[in-house]
């Protein structure tokens, strides 16, 4: 066989045996159920545990976007498609939501435990798409094992962001927090953390606070209270929007955080009265003063994240 012929064969014996080899798993769309299946094949509605190599760090919290990463070890999940982002024609996102169980599919999640975000990459091929990049660990966040209600919203013309709103509530007092991620090509970053969105004490106490703050701006209610000293009532909420960036450039817009608080002043007209054998004999007299207000809190992409430039977050810790 002339030389040349003999070269040609070797060149192409690869691209025929590569040709005859097992195509890599695809979809035909961008299906967030179907996307899920390329990447775990076992994958399906109503069963739906997956073993992930994640951080093998007993503090759930250590996010994979630590300067240095740690071991990491096979656990179990509960996965969910939450959202799927076309970030570009020929590319895509697939985020993913887990509550951590054990082998046997037993939910390991307490209040406390946060979810997992995890998200896996596509890119197009012909007209199928197929898996190329994840990363299993974007962040830990939420509690009883969900980081809570999520969303895609565009940073610029071209560029999208995940947000997360983790809520839960401990004896009666609630709140929400407010988390934002770039969705990038290859990579999530964070760029806002756990920022408090909202909080309140409706349920904390034994006064029905429910009524008192449904109360006009600037009412005032006097009357007989036993417990002069119980807490005040409140409730803040907040609202965000992503501001159209400058014309004509891609960077990310302005975050507009803006908060609505009502709150119970509570003054003391008149103290109890009690006779010499410690007996109640008159309760104190109150005044019940209803404040409502607003406050606008506005943070700037600078460095890769979100920082506050003016304005203050009115939301009380608890």
């Not at 009412?219 to 014309?247: F, L, M, N, P």
């Not at 104190?284 to 460095?303: D, F, G, M, P």
Request: net charge negative; glycine share 6%; hydrophobic share 35%.
């Amino acid at each position: 066989m002339p030389a040349n012929r003999l070269l040609l064969c070797f060149i192409l014996l690869p691209l025929v045996f590569a040709a005859c080899g097992k195509a890599p798993p695809s979809s035909a769309t961008l299906e967030r159920n179907a996307l899920m299946q390329v990447v775990f094949p076992a994958w399906q509605d109503g069963k739906r545990n997956v073993a992930l190599a994640v951080a093998d760090d007993s503090d759930q919290k250590a996010s994979a976007t630590a300067a240095s990463q740690p071991a990491t070890a096979q656990r179990w999940f509960t996965l969910d498609p939450d959202q799927v982002v076309r970030l570009a024609e020929d590319r895509a996102v697939l985020i993913t939501t887990g509550s951590e169980v054990d082998e046997h599919g037993a939910s390991l999640a307490g209040h406390p435990s946060p979810g997992l975000i995890s998200a896996y990459w596509f890119k197009r091929d012909g007209e199928r798409w197929i898996a190329d990049g994840s990363q299993n660990e974007v962040d830990w966040i939420g509690f009883s094992g969900t980081p809570g209600k999520t969303q895609v919203v565009k940073l610029s013309a071209n560029r999208f962001a995940l947000s997360a709103e983790p809520s839960s509530c401990w004896q009666g007092y609630c709140g929400t927090w407010f988390a934002l991620y770039e969705l990038g090509a290859h990579k999530v970053t964070p760029l806002l953390k756990e920022e408090a969105l909202a909080s309140d004490n409706i349920n904390a106490m034994s006064v029905d606070c429910e009524p008192v703050l449904k109360r006009p701006a600037g009412s005032v209610d006097q009357h007989e209270e036993e417990d002069a000293t119980r807490h005040e009532c409140y409730s803040v909420t907040g609202q965000w929007h992503i501001q159209a960036g400058k014309s004509g450039k891609d960077q990310p817009g302005d975050l507009v955080i803006d908060f609505l608080s009502r709150t119970e002043h509570l003054k003391t007209l008149k103290a109890a009265e009690e006779d010499e054998d410690g007996n109640v004999t008159s309760q104190a007299l109150v005044a019940s003063t209803i404040e409502h207000s607003k406050q606008r809190a506005l943070y700037r992409y600078q460095n890769g994240s979100y920082k506050r430039v003016s304005g203050t977050n009115p939301v009380p810790s608890f």
